[in-house]
Structures are given as C-alpha cells and as structure tokens.
C-alpha cells in the first residue's frame, strides 16, 4: 500500500529565500531559483518539465532526505 507520505515523493521547487532554500539540495532534491525572476520559474520549471528520469529521482532523493534528516529524534539531537 501506497501511503500519503509516499504519493508525495516529488522534486521541491522554490525561490531562494530563507526556509525554503534550507530544505532543498539544488540540483539533487529540487531546484533553488532566483527569488523574484519569472525568467529563472519559467526555466526551473522547463528543466523538471523536460526530463522525467531526473524529476522522479530527485523526487525520491528528497523523499529519503526528509525521512533519515528530519525525523524527531534527528531534530531532537540538532535542539540539543
């Protein structure tokens, strides 16, 4: 069975602001663009258009970054 979680194993794409830049590894589970550019949009969204091997990989590689690298106890151990 497929649970919520696992649907959502999709690239992140976002502006390089605070927060936001924080969760994605550009290039690897997601692309960063230049806050501001609908320029850089149009192409971030251009490059995960184009190649689907590349989008669900970065996709998955987010999906396990978010699993080993934010879970309680990791957060837990970074508060401490």
Do not use: H, N, W
């Not at 605070?18 to 501001?36: E, F, K, M, S, W």
């Amino acid at each position: 069975a497929v649970t919520g979680v696992q649907t959502c194993a999709l690239p992140i794409f976002v502006t390089d602001i605070p927060g936001a830049r924080d969760l994605v590894v550009d290039g690897r589970t997601g692309i960063i663009v230049q806050a501001g550019s609908p320029q850089a949009i149009a192409e971030g969204i251009r490059v995960l258009a184009a190649d689907r091997a590349k989008t669900k990989m970065m996709g998955e590689a987010g999906y396990q970054r978010i699993r080993t690298e934010y879970t309680m106890e990791e957060y837990v151990r970074r508060l401490k």
